[in-house]
């Protein structure tokens, strides 16, 4: 019912710029998180920032002052800008939501995932 869909993934020199999206739909009332996190081949999926509705973001350390994230909640859209990229981001990106599609029901969405690699 919900569903995810990203794009903005691909391959960048280190010191170059991206910009992720996902598009959410499908039927829910409303959207309180929004983020994303990132899996490099042998490594442990870590979070990389969220945002909830309200605004309030969240990033972890080794991002912080590079990347921006952001929502337009009248398109159900998450974003995520990465300046400064480093060979060390390269990683597949997913986003995730926390969606409540009924009354009283909460789930948790995540995207297919976008391959982001950067050269050095």
């Known amino acids: 019912q919900v569903q995810l869909v990203e794009s903005g993934g691909g391959l960048v020199q280190a010191g170059g710029s991206l910009r992720l999206s996902c598009a959410a739909s499908g039927t829910f009332f409303s959207i309180p998180t929004m983020g994303w996190h990132r899996q490099a081949p042998g490594k442990q999926r870590e979070l990389v920032a969220t945002?909830?509705?309200?605004?309030?973001?969240n990033y972890a350390d080794s991002v912080k002052g590079r990347f921006a994230i952001s929502r337009d909640n009248a398109k159900n859209t998450v974003y995520l800008q990465m300046n400064s990229l480093k060979p060390e981001d390269t990683a597949v990106y997913y986003c995730?939501?926390?969606?409540?599609?009924?009354?009283?029901?909460?789930?948790?969405?995540w995207g297919q995932g976008t391959q982001v690699t950067v050269s050095s």
């Open positions: 945002i909830t509705s309200g605004g309030s973001t």
């Open positions: 995730q939501i926390v969606a409540r599609t009924t009354w009283a029901s909460v789930y948790d969405y």
